[in-house]
């Protein structure tokens, strides 16, 4: 059986990807902090480990990107976890008993409209599933705690709400990292990581490599050099596989021009799974989500919002 090492208690958000990729028939082994997974895989006691690296709403991952450089898995496949926060608590508790709800900071802060719409105090823990675990063992009837439909299951709370959210296109991105790299794909990614040199120009000239072939970037961010202050690294993720002509020639080209290139990986590019009937925003407006707390429909640029069924025609 296929063993996956995940950061988090039991019912974490990262276990629930690792199910959505690799199905019920897997082992999960979870660790106490992200760099804790790396030697479970290298020293061969797990397969695989799965390391959440952006969220669409709150961005990067802290120190995710940067365990990527210091170690040396390489990233088999992305997963992309839609996900959706449940309310939960003891059975027989209803919504009204509710006075204080904790989970993970951040879980709080993407719930926060939820929670002030029904003046709920939120209290914050070090982790999701493990505010769940926590109220199972210690049942206290005015508080809730918002996790994943996994956790409830595993620790028999009751779900109260679901879904609850600020934004619905709450996604998380998630990297497999395995010992070898994976099987050519049809349909591939390809991440780097690079620095330049300190000189006028240098990260224009880098990415004039990738659009003098017409590669499609579809990430770049920069992170501090650890070991450097005011120094930069940047993270990059382009369409196709690294053995591809074009792209052999774009990180044969980036070489010349910068002082450090790493390869990542080349893996299967993954699909959003966007629900039925979910606004997407198609145009080049500004899409306002402030204070205003306007619904994804509204139209509050010159793009028209349409539907993932208007969409695929």
């Not at 914050?124 to 299951?153: H, M």
């Not at 600020?166 to 099987?183: A, C």
């Not at 780097?192 to 990738?210: D, N, W």
Request: one cysteine or more.
């Amino acid at each position: 059986m296929t063993k996956v090492a995940f950061q988090g208690e039991a019912g974490a958000y990262s276990e629930e990807a690792i199910h959505q990729y690799f199905g019920p028939d897997v082992e999960t082994i979870p660790c106490r902090t992200l760099e804790d997974m790396f030697p479970e895989v290298e020293e061969g006691r797990a397969d695989y480990a799965i390391l959440p690296v952006e969220n669409a709403v709150a961005g990067s991952v802290a120190g995710a990107y940067e365990l990527l450089v210091q170690r040396d898995l390489r990233i088999n496949a992305e997963v992309i976890l839609h996900v959706q926060h449940m309310l939960m608590a003891v059975p027989g508790v209803k919504r009204d008993d509710i006075k204080r709800v904790r989970s993970h900071p951040q879980a709080l802060a993407q719930c926060r409209r939820y929670l002030n719409r029904y003046g709920l105090k939120p209290e914050p823990s070090f982790d999701t599933a493990g505010s769940a675990r926590q109220l199972a063992e210690n049942p206290e009837l005015d508080v809730a705690v918002i996790a994943s439909r996994l956790a409830a299951e595993l620790y028999d709370l009751e779900i109260i709400d679901r879904g609850i959210e600020d934004f619905p296109f709450n996604y998380t991105r998630f990297f497999i990292l395995g010992m070898e790299d994976p099987p050519r794909a049809q349909r591939t990614k390809t991440s780097i990581v690079f620095s330049t040199r300190h000189r006028p120009g240098a990260l224009y000239k880098c990415m004039g490599e990738f659009a003098a072939r017409g590669i499609n970037l579809t990430k770049i961010e920069s992170r501090p050099r650890l070991n450097q202050p005011w120094r930069y690294m940047f993270y990059l993720d382009f369409e196709g596989h690294c053995q591809d002509i074009e792209a052999e020639a774009a990180l044969m080209g980036l070489l010349r021009h910068a002082s450090f290139v790493k390869l990542l990986g080349s893996y299967p590019a993954a699909t959003t799974p966007v629900p039925e009937g979910t606004m997407f925003w198609d145009g080049v407006g500004d899409l306002d989500l402030g204070a205003a707390g306007r619904d994804l429909g509204d139209n509050g640029g010159t793009g028209d919002a349409i539907t993932d069924e208007e969409r695929r025609k």
